[in-house]
């Protein structure tokens, strides 16, 4: 669902990309791997723009060359979202549906602000939405590895 792959493209030395799927995000590195460790913020960045712009963030595709999988907050925040668009809600009606701050309701769409998942799965709920966390082998034989940020996979 938001398990992007991107398109990484060499000039002079240096490694930038593009995603398919999020035509916002962008990202550089001196190698393939911090190129790919740094595809994750610049994701999570282009989803802000989304937010911002009051759209759905959208859906992967499976198109491009090397996966990026996004922290499980992010894509918690991204599916909560995506369901304030869908129901044409914002977020101070999260905030009243919560009986929580406006603050702290913006703040559970913020990709910029850390959450607790459990605050994030509470305020699924509200849509009959929960969380289903599956643990999966890092990478398929035959596939480019995954890099999760801050850890070696």
Same mark, same amino acid.
């Given at each position: 669902m938001f398990d992007y792959k991107i398109v990484a493209h060499e000039e002079n030395g240096h490694f930038? *990309? *593009?995603? /398919?799927d999020i035509p916002e995000a962008h990202s550089a590195g001196d190698t393939l791997e911090e190129l790919l460790e740094n595809a994750v913020e610049g994701i999570t960045l282009a989803m802000s723009i +989304? &937010?911002?712009r009051r759209q759905p963030i959208p859906y992967s595709t499976d198109r491009g060359d090397h996966?990026?999988?996004?922290? $499980? &907050? %992010?894509v918690a925040k991204a599916l909560l979202w995506n369901m304030l668009v869908k129901t044409n809600k914002t977020r101070a009606d999260l905030a009243e549906m919560l009986s929580i701050s406006p603050v702290a309701a913006g703040r559970l769409v913020d990709f910029e602000h850390s959450s607790k998942l459990e605050s994030i799965e509470n305020a699924l709920a509200l849509f009959g939405l929960r969380l289903q966390i599956t643990g999966v082998e890092s +990478?398929? &034989? $035959? %596939? /480019?590895?995954?890099?999760? /940020? $801050?850890?070696e996979p």
């Open positions: 930038w *990309s *593009s995603c /398919p +989304y &937010v911002e996966h990026v999988r996004l922290p $499980g &907050v %992010t +990478y398929a &034989v $035959g %596939t /480019p590895k995954i890099v999760y /940020p $801050g850890m």
